[in-house]
Protein backbone atom coordinates (compact mmCIF):
# COMPACT_ATOMS: atom_id res chain seq x y z
CA UNK A 1 0.00 0.00 0.00
CA UNK A 2 1.02 3.22 -1.00
CA UNK A 3 1.49 6.13 1.04
CA UNK A 4 -1.26 8.57 -0.15
CA UNK A 5 -3.71 5.55 0.14
CA UNK A 6 -2.95 5.27 3.38
CA UNK A 7 -4.17 8.48 4.57
CA UNK A 8 -6.94 8.30 2.13
CA UNK A 9 -7.89 5.60 3.90
CA UNK A 10 -7.12 7.27 7.22
CA UNK A 11 -9.14 10.12 6.57
CA UNK A 12 -11.86 7.75 5.43
CA UNK A 13 -11.73 6.46 9.12
CA UNK A 14 -11.86 9.52 10.48
CA UNK A 15 -14.97 10.75 8.71
CA UNK A 16 -16.85 7.41 9.22
CA UNK A 17 -16.04 7.83 12.92
CA UNK A 18 -17.52 10.98 13.47
CA UNK A 19 -20.93 10.42 11.17
CA UNK A 20 -20.82 7.89 13.42
CA UNK A 21 -20.76 9.91 16.35
CA UNK A 22 -23.36 12.04 15.33
CA UNK A 23 -25.58 9.28 13.90
CA UNK A 24 -25.90 7.41 16.91
CA UNK A 25 -25.21 4.30 14.02
CA UNK A 26 -21.96 3.89 12.22
CA UNK A 27 -22.46 4.12 8.89
CA UNK A 28 -20.37 4.32 6.01
CA UNK A 29 -22.43 7.29 3.90
CA UNK A 30 -20.16 6.42 0.78
CA UNK A 31 -21.91 5.40 -2.47
CA UNK A 32 -19.98 2.46 -3.35
CA UNK A 33 -21.20 0.79 -0.01
CA UNK A 34 -24.82 1.65 -1.07
CA UNK A 35 -23.94 0.28 -4.45
CA UNK A 36 -23.03 -3.16 -2.80
CA UNK A 37 -26.07 -2.77 -0.65
CA UNK A 38 -28.29 -2.46 -3.77
CA UNK A 39 -26.41 -5.11 -5.53
CA UNK A 40 -26.83 -7.81 -2.22
CA UNK A 41 -30.55 -7.28 -2.90
CA UNK A 42 -30.94 -7.41 -6.13
CA UNK A 43 -31.13 -10.96 -6.87
CA UNK A 44 -33.46 -11.28 -4.03
CA UNK A 45 -36.37 -8.58 -5.82
CA UNK A 46 -35.71 -10.14 -9.22
CA UNK A 47 -36.38 -13.84 -7.72
CA UNK A 48 -39.64 -12.88 -5.61
CA UNK A 49 -40.57 -10.88 -8.80
CA UNK A 50 -40.41 -13.69 -10.94
CA UNK A 51 -41.29 -16.21 -8.77
CA UNK A 52 -44.27 -14.51 -6.88
CA UNK A 53 -45.35 -11.69 -7.86
CA UNK A 54 -45.77 -12.38 -11.24
CA UNK A 55 -47.50 -15.66 -10.91
CA UNK A 56 -50.20 -13.96 -8.73
CA UNK A 57 -51.03 -11.25 -10.81
CA UNK A 58 -50.91 -13.74 -13.56
CA UNK A 59 -53.81 -15.60 -11.38
CA UNK A 60 -55.10 -12.17 -11.39
CA UNK A 61 -55.63 -12.28 -15.20
CA UNK A 62 -56.46 -15.66 -15.82
CA UNK A 63 -59.69 -15.50 -13.63
CA UNK A 64 -61.05 -12.82 -15.91
CA UNK A 65 -59.91 -15.28 -19.09
CA UNK A 66 -60.87 -18.43 -20.65
CA UNK A 67 -58.13 -20.42 -20.96
CA UNK A 68 -57.70 -24.24 -21.67
CA UNK A 69 -55.38 -25.86 -20.22
CA UNK A 70 -53.13 -26.62 -22.98
CA UNK A 71 -54.04 -24.13 -25.22
CA UNK A 72 -51.87 -20.88 -25.94
CA UNK A 73 -55.05 -18.41 -26.89
CA UNK A 74 -57.19 -17.01 -24.65
CA UNK A 75 -60.32 -15.05 -24.99
CA UNK A 76 -61.25 -12.28 -22.26
CA UNK A 77 -64.81 -13.26 -20.25
CA UNK A 78 -64.96 -10.60 -17.60
CA UNK A 79 -66.22 -11.93 -14.42
CA UNK A 80 -68.59 -14.79 -16.03
CA UNK A 81 -65.68 -17.62 -14.34
CA UNK A 82 -66.96 -15.81 -11.29
CA UNK A 83 -70.41 -16.24 -12.04
CA UNK A 84 -69.88 -19.90 -12.80
CA UNK A 85 -68.31 -21.00 -10.00
CA UNK A 86 -70.55 -19.50 -7.77
CA UNK A 87 -73.26 -21.08 -9.55
CA UNK A 88 -71.43 -24.69 -9.42
CA UNK A 89 -72.62 -27.24 -7.11
CA UNK A 90 -69.31 -27.90 -5.72
CA UNK A 91 -68.71 -24.62 -4.81
CA UNK A 92 -70.64 -23.98 -1.56
CA UNK A 93 -69.93 -27.67 -0.76
CA UNK A 94 -66.45 -27.30 -0.82
CA UNK A 95 -66.92 -24.61 1.16
CA UNK A 96 -68.65 -25.93 4.05
CA UNK A 97 -66.02 -29.05 3.72
CA UNK A 98 -63.24 -26.71 3.80
CA UNK A 99 -64.41 -24.97 7.01
CA UNK A 100 -64.74 -27.93 8.78
CA UNK A 101 -61.80 -29.34 7.87
CA UNK A 102 -59.78 -26.39 9.19
CA UNK A 103 -61.71 -25.53 12.08
CA UNK A 104 -62.37 -28.98 13.12
CA UNK A 105 -58.37 -29.89 12.86
CA UNK A 106 -57.68 -26.32 14.48
CA UNK A 107 -59.59 -27.64 17.38
CA UNK A 108 -58.05 -31.48 17.85
CA UNK A 109 -54.65 -29.91 16.89
CA UNK A 110 -55.28 -27.64 19.85
CA UNK A 111 -56.62 -29.36 22.14
CA UNK A 112 -53.90 -32.38 21.54
CA UNK A 113 -51.19 -29.93 21.62
CA UNK A 114 -51.96 -28.41 24.64
CA UNK A 115 -52.46 -31.38 26.41
CA UNK A 116 -49.14 -32.88 25.21
CA UNK A 117 -47.19 -29.29 26.15
CA UNK A 118 -48.28 -29.33 29.40
CA UNK A 119 -47.05 -32.95 29.90
CA UNK A 120 -43.84 -31.54 28.52
CA UNK A 121 -43.74 -28.99 30.60
CA UNK A 122 -43.41 -31.08 33.73
CA UNK A 123 -40.52 -32.66 34.93
CA UNK A 124 -39.52 -36.49 34.32
CA UNK A 125 -36.24 -38.62 33.40
CA UNK A 126 -35.93 -39.06 29.54
CA UNK A 127 -38.48 -35.53 28.91
CA UNK A 128 -36.01 -34.21 26.14
CA UNK A 129 -35.73 -37.34 24.09
CA UNK A 130 -39.64 -37.47 24.71
CA UNK A 131 -39.89 -34.11 23.20
CA UNK A 132 -37.45 -34.75 20.43
CA UNK A 133 -39.74 -37.84 19.21
CA UNK A 134 -43.14 -36.28 19.46
CA UNK A 135 -41.86 -34.21 16.78
CA UNK A 136 -41.32 -36.60 14.48
CA UNK A 137 -45.03 -36.73 12.49
CA UNK A 138 -44.56 -32.84 11.67
CA UNK A 139 -40.90 -33.91 9.94
CA UNK A 140 -41.91 -36.73 7.81
CA UNK A 141 -43.55 -36.27 4.34
CA UNK A 142 -47.10 -35.91 3.77
CA UNK A 143 -46.97 -38.89 1.07
CA UNK A 144 -45.40 -41.18 4.59
CA UNK A 145 -48.52 -40.10 6.83
CA UNK A 146 -50.99 -40.98 4.16
CA UNK A 147 -49.38 -44.45 3.39
CA UNK A 148 -49.07 -45.39 6.58
CA UNK A 149 -52.69 -44.57 7.77
CA UNK A 150 -54.03 -46.06 4.37
CA UNK A 151 -51.90 -49.36 5.33
CA UNK A 152 -53.16 -49.16 9.26
CA UNK A 153 -57.16 -49.15 7.83
CA UNK A 154 -56.89 -51.62 4.56
CA UNK A 155 -58.82 -53.95 4.29
CA UNK A 156 -56.48 -56.99 4.35
CA UNK A 157 -53.27 -55.67 6.04
CA UNK A 158 -54.50 -53.15 8.21
CA UNK A 159 -53.72 -53.25 12.16
CA UNK A 160 -56.27 -50.51 13.01
CA UNK A 161 -58.79 -52.08 10.26
CA UNK A 162 -58.66 -55.56 12.72
CA UNK A 163 -58.99 -54.01 16.07
CA UNK A 164 -61.93 -52.02 14.54
CA UNK A 165 -63.32 -55.19 13.15
CA UNK A 166 -62.57 -57.18 16.38
CA UNK A 167 -63.78 -54.52 19.15
CA UNK A 168 -67.34 -54.05 17.16
CA UNK A 169 -66.44 -50.48 17.46
CA UNK A 170 -69.32 -48.20 15.60
CA UNK A 171 -67.40 -46.80 12.97
CA UNK A 172 -66.62 -48.18 9.83
CA UNK A 173 -63.10 -50.59 9.17
CA UNK A 174 -61.96 -48.32 6.81
CA UNK A 175 -62.62 -44.49 7.15
CA UNK A 176 -61.83 -42.97 3.87
CA UNK A 177 -64.44 -44.84 2.16
CA UNK A 178 -67.23 -44.01 4.19
CA UNK A 179 -69.44 -40.88 3.45
CA UNK A 180 -69.69 -40.08 7.27
CA UNK A 181 -66.33 -40.90 8.29
CA UNK A 182 -64.03 -40.16 5.30
CA UNK A 183 -64.04 -36.01 6.80
CA UNK A 184 -63.30 -36.79 10.40
CA UNK A 185 -60.81 -39.45 9.09
CA UNK A 186 -58.85 -36.89 7.22
CA UNK A 187 -59.20 -34.56 10.20
CA UNK A 188 -57.63 -37.36 12.21
CA UNK A 189 -54.65 -37.57 10.01
CA UNK A 190 -54.06 -33.74 9.63
CA UNK A 191 -54.03 -33.62 13.55
CA UNK A 192 -51.43 -36.13 13.62
CA UNK A 193 -49.31 -34.88 11.21
CA UNK A 194 -49.25 -31.35 12.43
CA UNK A 195 -50.32 -31.29 16.18
CA UNK A 196 -46.61 -31.07 16.52
CA UNK A 197 -46.26 -27.91 15.90
CA UNK A 198 -48.89 -26.38 18.52
CA UNK A 199 -46.52 -28.45 21.23
CA UNK A 200 -43.93 -26.37 20.00
CA UNK A 201 -45.38 -23.11 20.59
CA UNK A 202 -47.34 -23.77 23.57
CA UNK A 203 -44.01 -25.38 25.36
CA UNK A 204 -42.13 -22.22 24.49
CA UNK A 205 -45.04 -20.31 25.95
CA UNK A 206 -45.33 -22.27 28.91
CA UNK A 207 -41.82 -21.98 29.53
CA UNK A 208 -41.98 -18.57 29.53
CA UNK A 209 -44.24 -18.10 32.40
CA UNK A 210 -42.18 -17.55 35.79
CA UNK A 211 -42.82 -20.07 38.16
CA UNK A 212 -42.95 -17.69 40.76
CA UNK A 213 -46.31 -16.75 39.95
CA UNK A 214 -47.69 -20.34 40.38
CA UNK A 215 -45.83 -19.92 44.28
CA UNK A 216 -47.58 -17.25 44.57
CA UNK A 217 -50.78 -18.20 43.68
CA UNK A 218 -50.57 -21.54 45.84
CA UNK A 219 -49.44 -19.47 49.14
CA UNK A 220 -52.67 -17.29 48.35
CA UNK A 221 -54.40 -20.85 48.64
CA UNK A 222 -55.33 -20.87 44.75
CA UNK A 223 -56.71 -24.15 43.72
CA UNK A 224 -54.99 -26.03 40.57
CA UNK A 225 -57.48 -24.83 37.88
CA UNK A 226 -57.66 -21.30 39.52
CA UNK A 227 -54.21 -21.01 38.57
CA UNK A 228 -54.54 -22.66 35.06
CA UNK A 229 -57.37 -20.31 34.80
CA UNK A 230 -55.63 -16.83 35.60
CA UNK A 231 -52.36 -17.35 35.28
CA UNK A 232 -51.66 -19.95 32.72
CA UNK A 233 -54.47 -19.59 29.63
CA UNK A 234 -53.77 -15.83 30.34
CA UNK A 235 -50.27 -15.87 29.19
CA UNK A 236 -51.55 -18.48 25.96
CA UNK A 237 -54.34 -16.65 24.56
CA UNK A 238 -51.41 -14.71 22.43
CA UNK A 239 -49.66 -17.65 21.44
CA UNK A 240 -52.86 -19.22 20.81
CA UNK A 241 -54.07 -16.68 18.55
CA UNK A 242 -51.29 -16.80 16.71
CA UNK A 243 -50.19 -20.32 16.00
CA UNK A 244 -54.37 -20.58 15.90
CA UNK A 245 -54.37 -18.35 12.77
CA UNK A 246 -51.31 -20.03 10.83
CA UNK A 247 -52.65 -23.38 11.72
CA UNK A 248 -56.22 -22.28 10.25
CA UNK A 249 -54.15 -21.04 7.01
CA UNK A 250 -52.26 -24.18 6.68
CA UNK A 251 -55.43 -26.48 7.09
CA UNK A 252 -57.10 -23.89 5.01
CA UNK A 253 -54.58 -24.35 2.04
CA UNK A 254 -53.70 -28.22 2.59
CA UNK A 255 -54.29 -30.05 -0.40
CA UNK A 256 -51.84 -32.82 0.24
CA UNK A 257 -53.97 -34.76 3.22
CA UNK A 258 -56.95 -35.06 1.29
CA UNK A 259 -56.41 -35.85 -1.95
CA UNK A 260 -53.67 -38.60 -0.64
CA UNK A 261 -56.61 -39.98 1.43
CA UNK A 262 -59.56 -39.65 -0.48
CA UNK A 263 -59.23 -37.41 -3.55
CA UNK A 264 -62.42 -35.72 -2.52
CA UNK A 265 -63.67 -38.38 -2.12
CA UNK A 266 -66.65 -40.46 -1.49
CA UNK A 267 -69.37 -38.49 -3.62
CA UNK A 268 -67.44 -34.74 -2.84
CA UNK A 269 -67.62 -35.48 1.07
CA UNK A 270 -64.39 -34.17 1.42
CA UNK A 271 -63.65 -31.81 -1.44
CA UNK A 272 -62.30 -28.66 -0.23
CA UNK A 273 -61.44 -25.64 -2.26
CA UNK A 274 -57.60 -26.75 -2.90
CA UNK A 275 -59.02 -30.17 -4.20
CA UNK A 276 -61.83 -27.95 -6.20
CA UNK A 277 -58.95 -25.88 -7.64
CA UNK A 278 -57.06 -28.23 -8.87
CA UNK A 279 -60.07 -30.67 -10.51
CA UNK A 280 -61.15 -27.14 -12.34
CA UNK A 281 -57.65 -26.65 -13.60
CA UNK A 282 -55.98 -30.20 -13.68
CA UNK A 283 -59.56 -32.42 -14.54
CA UNK A 284 -61.85 -30.41 -16.04
CA UNK A 285 -58.91 -28.31 -18.19
CA UNK A 286 -60.41 -24.97 -16.97
CA UNK A 287 -57.32 -22.32 -16.06
CA UNK A 288 -60.02 -19.57 -15.88
CA UNK A 289 -61.90 -21.24 -13.48
CA UNK A 290 -59.45 -22.40 -11.82
CA UNK A 291 -58.15 -18.82 -10.88
CA UNK A 292 -61.21 -17.45 -10.32
CA UNK A 293 -62.06 -20.16 -7.36
CA UNK A 294 -58.36 -18.97 -6.14
CA UNK A 295 -58.93 -15.98 -5.98
CA UNK A 296 -62.15 -16.48 -4.24
CA UNK A 297 -60.34 -18.56 -2.12
CA UNK A 298 -57.71 -15.97 -1.32
CA UNK A 299 -60.29 -13.34 -0.73
CA UNK A 300 -61.63 -15.73 2.57
CA UNK A 301 -58.23 -16.09 3.58
CA UNK A 302 -57.84 -12.53 3.61
CA UNK A 303 -61.06 -12.31 5.73
CA UNK A 304 -60.24 -15.19 8.16
CA UNK A 305 -56.72 -13.35 8.83
CA UNK A 306 -57.86 -9.70 9.75
CA UNK A 307 -60.59 -11.18 12.30
CA UNK A 308 -57.57 -13.38 13.82
CA UNK A 309 -55.31 -9.83 14.01
CA UNK A 310 -58.34 -7.91 15.10
CA UNK A 311 -58.85 -10.39 18.04
CA UNK A 312 -54.92 -10.33 18.95
CA UNK A 313 -55.09 -7.01 19.07
CA UNK A 314 -58.20 -6.91 21.49
CA UNK A 315 -56.10 -9.99 23.59
CA UNK A 316 -53.07 -7.42 23.45
CA UNK A 317 -54.88 -4.44 24.76
CA UNK A 318 -56.52 -6.25 27.45
CA UNK A 319 -53.92 -8.50 28.85
CA UNK A 320 -51.12 -5.13 29.25
CA UNK B 1 -40.82 -34.20 54.37
CA UNK B 2 -39.78 -37.60 53.56
CA UNK B 3 -43.42 -38.49 52.31
CA UNK B 4 -43.23 -35.50 49.94
CA UNK B 5 -40.13 -36.55 47.88
CA UNK B 6 -41.45 -39.89 47.88
CA UNK B 7 -44.45 -38.65 46.22
CA UNK B 8 -42.59 -36.40 43.73
CA UNK B 9 -40.32 -39.03 43.03
CA UNK B 10 -43.34 -41.34 42.03
CA UNK B 11 -45.29 -38.96 40.21
CA UNK B 12 -42.21 -38.57 38.40
CA UNK B 13 -41.95 -42.41 37.50
CA UNK B 14 -45.32 -42.33 36.39
CA UNK B 15 -45.29 -39.24 34.46
CA UNK B 16 -42.50 -40.79 31.92
CA UNK B 17 -44.47 -43.78 32.08
CA UNK B 18 -47.55 -42.10 30.77
CA UNK B 19 -45.06 -40.08 28.15
CA UNK B 20 -43.66 -43.25 27.41
CA UNK B 21 -47.32 -44.76 26.22
CA UNK B 22 -48.80 -41.08 24.70
CA UNK B 23 -45.08 -41.59 22.91
CA UNK B 24 -45.60 -44.83 21.39
CA UNK B 25 -49.55 -44.72 20.24
CA UNK B 26 -48.49 -41.17 18.56
CA UNK B 27 -45.42 -43.10 16.86
CA UNK B 28 -47.30 -45.70 15.82
CA UNK B 29 -48.01 -44.92 12.37
CA UNK B 30 -44.36 -44.96 12.19
CA UNK B 31 -43.34 -47.92 14.00
CA UNK B 32 -45.87 -49.86 12.33
CA UNK B 33 -44.86 -48.78 8.78
CA UNK B 34 -40.82 -49.58 9.75
CA UNK B 35 -41.74 -53.25 10.99
CA UNK B 36 -43.73 -54.12 8.22
CA UNK B 37 -41.55 -53.50 5.55
CA UNK B 38 -38.95 -56.02 7.13
CA UNK B 39 -42.06 -58.64 6.85
CA UNK B 40 -42.28 -60.56 4.40
CA UNK B 41 -45.43 -60.89 2.10
CA UNK B 42 -47.69 -63.33 3.48
CA UNK B 43 -46.86 -62.14 7.02
CA UNK B 44 -48.31 -59.02 6.00
CA UNK B 45 -51.41 -60.57 5.41
CA UNK B 46 -51.88 -62.84 8.50
CA UNK B 47 -54.53 -62.18 10.93
CA UNK B 48 -54.54 -61.37 13.84
CA UNK B 49 -51.15 -58.77 12.61
CA UNK B 50 -47.86 -59.63 14.01
CA UNK B 51 -46.07 -56.97 15.29
CA UNK B 52 -42.71 -57.56 15.49
CA UNK B 53 -42.02 -59.77 11.99
CA UNK B 54 -41.75 -63.92 13.03
CA UNK B 55 -39.27 -63.77 10.00
CA UNK B 56 -37.00 -60.70 8.92
CA UNK B 57 -36.93 -59.90 5.63
CA UNK B 58 -34.54 -57.70 3.32
CA UNK B 59 -36.56 -58.75 0.19
CA UNK B 60 -38.55 -55.61 -0.23
CA UNK B 61 -35.50 -53.24 0.06
CA UNK B 62 -33.43 -55.41 -2.40
CA UNK B 63 -36.83 -54.81 -4.86
CA UNK B 64 -36.62 -51.11 -3.91
CA UNK B 65 -33.24 -50.08 -5.06
CA UNK B 66 -32.50 -52.92 -7.44
CA UNK B 67 -36.10 -53.12 -9.14
CA UNK B 68 -37.77 -50.19 -9.42
CA UNK B 69 -36.43 -46.68 -10.37
CA UNK B 70 -36.39 -45.37 -6.84
CA UNK B 71 -32.68 -45.06 -6.65
CA UNK B 72 -33.36 -42.35 -9.44
CA UNK B 73 -36.13 -41.00 -7.80
CA UNK B 74 -34.23 -40.24 -4.40
CA UNK B 75 -31.10 -38.77 -6.80
CA UNK B 76 -33.59 -36.07 -8.37
CA UNK B 77 -34.85 -34.93 -4.91
CA UNK B 78 -31.45 -34.93 -3.72
CA UNK B 79 -31.04 -32.74 -6.96
CA UNK B 80 -33.61 -30.71 -7.03
CA UNK B 81 -33.44 -30.27 -2.83
CA UNK B 82 -29.89 -29.41 -3.13
CA UNK B 83 -29.66 -26.72 -5.77
CA UNK B 84 -32.75 -24.88 -4.54
CA UNK B 85 -31.25 -25.12 -0.95
CA UNK B 86 -28.22 -23.29 -2.62
CA UNK B 87 -29.85 -20.87 -4.46
CA UNK B 88 -32.28 -20.25 -2.06
CA UNK B 89 -30.37 -19.40 1.29
CA UNK B 90 -27.83 -17.52 -0.83
CA UNK B 91 -29.80 -15.06 -2.17
CA UNK B 92 -31.63 -14.69 1.13
CA UNK B 93 -28.28 -14.28 2.63
CA UNK B 94 -27.50 -11.60 0.49
CA UNK B 95 -30.83 -9.90 0.91
CA UNK B 96 -31.38 -9.93 4.51
CA UNK B 97 -27.88 -8.83 5.16
CA UNK B 98 -28.48 -5.41 2.88
CA UNK B 99 -32.14 -4.94 4.57
CA UNK B 100 -30.60 -4.95 8.15
CA UNK B 101 -27.43 -2.24 6.82
CA UNK B 102 -28.84 -0.10 4.21
CA UNK B 103 -32.39 1.20 5.14
CA UNK B 104 -34.27 1.27 1.92
CA UNK B 105 -37.28 2.41 1.02
CA UNK B 106 -39.93 -0.31 0.94
CA UNK B 107 -37.52 -2.74 2.68
CA UNK B 108 -39.48 -3.64 5.55
CA UNK B 109 -43.01 -3.66 3.72
CA UNK B 110 -40.79 -6.30 1.75
CA UNK B 111 -40.78 -8.75 4.31
CA UNK B 112 -44.04 -8.59 5.20
CA UNK B 113 -44.44 -9.16 1.74
CA UNK B 114 -42.47 -12.28 1.87
CA UNK B 115 -44.49 -13.55 4.99
CA UNK B 116 -47.90 -13.26 2.89
CA UNK B 117 -46.40 -15.36 0.30
CA UNK B 118 -45.69 -17.67 2.51
CA UNK B 119 -49.43 -18.05 3.74
CA UNK B 120 -50.52 -18.56 -0.23
CA UNK B 121 -52.36 -21.33 -1.34
CA UNK B 122 -49.74 -23.82 -2.91
CA UNK B 123 -52.00 -24.67 -5.41
CA UNK B 124 -53.40 -20.95 -6.11
CA UNK B 125 -49.48 -20.34 -7.41
CA UNK B 126 -49.40 -24.02 -9.09
CA UNK B 127 -51.88 -22.50 -11.96
CA UNK B 128 -49.28 -19.72 -13.29
CA UNK B 129 -46.13 -22.18 -12.78
CA UNK B 130 -47.87 -24.81 -14.91
CA UNK B 131 -48.98 -22.36 -17.54
CA UNK B 132 -45.68 -20.25 -17.64
CA UNK B 133 -43.68 -23.32 -17.72
CA UNK B 134 -45.78 -24.97 -20.07
CA UNK B 135 -45.30 -21.63 -22.47
CA UNK B 136 -41.65 -21.65 -21.90
CA UNK B 137 -41.70 -25.79 -22.89
CA UNK B 138 -40.51 -26.19 -19.62
CA UNK B 139 -42.66 -28.52 -18.27
CA UNK B 140 -41.32 -32.10 -17.06
CA UNK B 141 -37.93 -30.56 -16.24
CA UNK B 142 -35.99 -30.70 -13.13
CA UNK B 143 -34.93 -26.56 -13.40
CA UNK B 144 -38.81 -25.72 -13.47
CA UNK B 145 -38.86 -27.93 -10.22
CA UNK B 146 -35.95 -26.07 -8.89
CA UNK B 147 -36.91 -22.55 -9.37
CA UNK B 148 -40.87 -23.34 -8.45
CA UNK B 149 -39.28 -24.67 -4.77
CA UNK B 150 -37.37 -21.51 -4.43
CA UNK B 151 -41.00 -19.70 -3.86
CA UNK B 152 -40.47 -22.43 -0.89
CA UNK B 153 -36.64 -21.80 -0.02
CA UNK B 154 -36.63 -18.37 0.12
CA UNK B 155 -39.19 -16.78 1.78
CA UNK B 156 -38.31 -19.68 4.92
CA UNK B 157 -34.85 -18.81 4.42
CA UNK B 158 -35.44 -14.72 5.47
CA UNK B 159 -37.36 -15.86 8.86
CA UNK B 160 -34.65 -18.11 9.78
CA UNK B 161 -31.98 -15.80 9.02
CA UNK B 162 -33.53 -12.77 9.89
CA UNK B 163 -32.40 -12.60 13.56
CA UNK B 164 -29.12 -14.09 12.98
CA UNK B 165 -27.65 -11.68 10.87
CA UNK B 166 -29.40 -8.85 13.00
CA UNK B 167 -27.60 -10.21 16.28
CA UNK B 168 -24.44 -9.79 15.08
CA UNK B 169 -23.16 -6.62 16.40
CA UNK B 170 -21.99 -4.00 13.69
CA UNK B 171 -18.66 -3.15 15.76
CA UNK B 172 -17.14 -6.62 14.57
CA UNK B 173 -18.35 -5.09 10.43
CA UNK B 174 -17.35 -1.84 11.60
CA UNK B 175 -13.30 -3.41 12.73
CA UNK B 176 -13.06 -5.15 9.86
CA UNK B 177 -14.12 -1.62 7.39
CA UNK B 178 -11.19 -0.05 9.86
CA UNK B 179 -9.03 -2.63 8.98
CA UNK B 180 -9.56 -1.85 5.02
CA UNK B 181 -12.59 -3.96 3.41
CA UNK B 182 -14.46 -3.28 1.66
CA UNK B 183 -18.31 -3.46 2.50
CA UNK B 184 -18.71 -6.78 0.73
CA UNK B 185 -15.59 -8.21 2.19
CA UNK B 186 -17.29 -7.53 5.36
CA UNK B 187 -20.15 -9.47 4.04
CA UNK B 188 -18.29 -12.55 3.08
CA UNK B 189 -15.32 -12.68 5.93
CA UNK B 190 -17.11 -11.31 8.71
CA UNK B 191 -20.63 -11.40 8.46
CA UNK B 192 -21.14 -15.02 6.64
CA UNK B 193 -18.69 -16.77 8.66
CA UNK B 194 -20.45 -15.61 11.97
CA UNK B 195 -23.84 -16.55 10.43
CA UNK B 196 -22.96 -20.18 10.16
CA UNK B 197 -25.46 -21.17 12.68
CA UNK B 198 -28.06 -20.21 10.90
CA UNK B 199 -27.04 -20.58 7.28
CA UNK B 200 -27.10 -24.35 8.45
CA UNK B 201 -30.15 -24.43 9.91
CA UNK B 202 -31.73 -22.82 6.89
CA UNK B 203 -30.22 -24.76 4.73
CA UNK B 204 -31.52 -27.96 6.72
CA UNK B 205 -34.58 -27.05 6.95
CA UNK B 206 -35.24 -26.02 4.06
CA UNK B 207 -33.94 -28.97 2.40
CA UNK B 208 -36.49 -31.02 4.61
CA UNK B 209 -39.47 -28.90 3.32
CA UNK B 210 -38.15 -29.53 -0.33
CA UNK B 211 -38.16 -33.47 0.15
CA UNK B 212 -41.35 -33.52 1.57
CA UNK B 213 -42.78 -31.18 -1.06
CA UNK B 214 -45.75 -32.94 -3.41
CA UNK B 215 -48.07 -30.70 -4.98
CA UNK B 216 -45.83 -28.77 -7.16
CA UNK B 217 -43.88 -32.12 -8.13
CA UNK B 218 -47.47 -33.60 -9.02
CA UNK B 219 -48.39 -30.79 -11.30
CA UNK B 220 -45.32 -30.16 -13.07
CA UNK B 221 -43.72 -33.79 -13.79
CA UNK B 222 -45.20 -36.29 -15.36
CA UNK B 223 -41.86 -38.17 -16.79
CA UNK B 224 -41.36 -41.28 -14.94
CA UNK B 225 -37.95 -40.67 -14.43
CA UNK B 226 -37.87 -37.53 -13.44
CA UNK B 227 -40.07 -38.03 -10.07
CA UNK B 228 -39.02 -36.80 -6.53
CA UNK B 229 -39.42 -39.27 -4.05
CA UNK B 230 -42.81 -38.22 -2.53
CA UNK B 231 -44.34 -37.96 -6.25
CA UNK B 232 -43.54 -42.05 -6.45
CA UNK B 233 -44.74 -42.89 -3.42
CA UNK B 234 -47.44 -40.57 -3.86
CA UNK B 235 -48.22 -42.74 -7.54
CA UNK B 236 -47.57 -45.86 -5.54
CA UNK B 237 -50.20 -45.67 -3.22
CA UNK B 238 -52.82 -43.90 -5.73
CA UNK B 239 -52.25 -45.64 -8.92
CA UNK B 240 -52.03 -49.17 -7.69
CA UNK B 241 -55.20 -50.84 -7.14
CA UNK B 242 -53.48 -53.96 -5.80
CA UNK B 243 -50.68 -52.45 -3.46
CA UNK B 244 -47.50 -54.56 -2.63
CA UNK B 245 -47.09 -53.37 0.70
CA UNK B 246 -44.33 -54.47 2.02
CA UNK B 247 -42.67 -52.48 -0.97
CA UNK B 248 -44.26 -49.15 -0.25
CA UNK B 249 -43.52 -49.47 3.24
CA UNK B 250 -39.50 -49.29 2.55
CA UNK B 251 -39.99 -47.04 -0.12
CA UNK B 252 -41.46 -44.23 3.08
CA UNK B 253 -38.94 -45.81 5.83
CA UNK B 254 -36.34 -45.13 3.34
CA UNK B 255 -37.91 -41.73 3.08
CA UNK B 256 -38.17 -40.91 6.80
CA UNK B 257 -35.23 -42.01 8.39
CA UNK B 258 -33.06 -39.75 6.49
CA UNK B 259 -34.85 -36.98 7.69
CA UNK B 260 -35.58 -38.55 11.29
CA UNK B 261 -31.75 -39.01 11.54
CA UNK B 262 -30.88 -35.44 10.64
CA UNK B 263 -33.35 -34.02 13.18
CA UNK B 264 -31.70 -36.41 15.74
CA UNK B 265 -28.29 -34.89 15.24
CA UNK B 266 -29.41 -31.48 14.85
CA UNK B 267 -32.37 -31.38 16.83
CA UNK B 268 -31.90 -27.65 18.63
CA UNK B 269 -31.59 -26.28 15.06
CA UNK B 270 -34.59 -28.14 13.47
CA UNK B 271 -36.83 -26.68 16.68
CA UNK B 272 -35.61 -23.20 16.09
CA UNK B 273 -36.28 -23.28 12.33
CA UNK B 274 -40.24 -25.47 12.57
CA UNK B 275 -41.02 -22.17 14.99
CA UNK B 276 -39.46 -19.63 12.37
CA UNK B 277 -41.96 -16.89 12.17
CA UNK B 278 -44.39 -17.97 14.64
CA UNK B 279 -42.79 -16.96 17.58
CA UNK B 280 -40.13 -14.01 18.74
CA UNK B 281 -37.04 -14.18 19.37
Not at chain 1, 32 to 54: E, N, Q
Not at chain 1, 71 to 90: D, Y
Not at chain 2, 49 to 76: A, C, D, G, K, Q
Request: include cysteine; hydrophobic fraction near 55%.
Amino acid sequence: MNDKSFIAGNKHVSRSRSSAVRGGAFRFSRRRDRMTGILLFLPLVALMVILSFYPVFRVFTLSLQEQGLFSQTSRFVGISNFIRIFQHEGFWRAFNNTLVFSFGGLALQTLLGLGIAMLLHARFPLRNSVRGSLLFSYLVPYVVAALTWRFMLSDATGVLNYAIRQMNLPMPASWFGSPQWAMPGVIFVNTWKNFPFMVLVFLATLQSISPELYQASAVDGATRWQAFRYITFPALVPALLIVGMLRTIWNYNNFEVVFLLTQGGPLGRTETFPLLIHRFVFGEFSMGRGAALAIVVLAILFAMSFVYWKLYETAQERLS
Amino acid sequence: MKTLLRRIHASGINLTFVAFLVMVVLLFPLIWMTLSSFKPNPELFTRPPTILPRTWTMEHYVELFWFTSFPRYFLNTFLVGAVAVVIGVGVSLCGVYSISRFKFIGAKQFTFIMLFIYMLPPVLLSIPFFQIWYSMGMLNTLTSLIFTYLTITVPFAIWVLRPYIESIPRELEEAARVDGCTQFQAFYRVIVPQSLPGIVASMIFTFVVVWNEYLYALILITDENLRTVSLGIGSLILETSVYSWGLVNAAGAMATIPILLVFSLVQKVMVTGLTAGAVKG
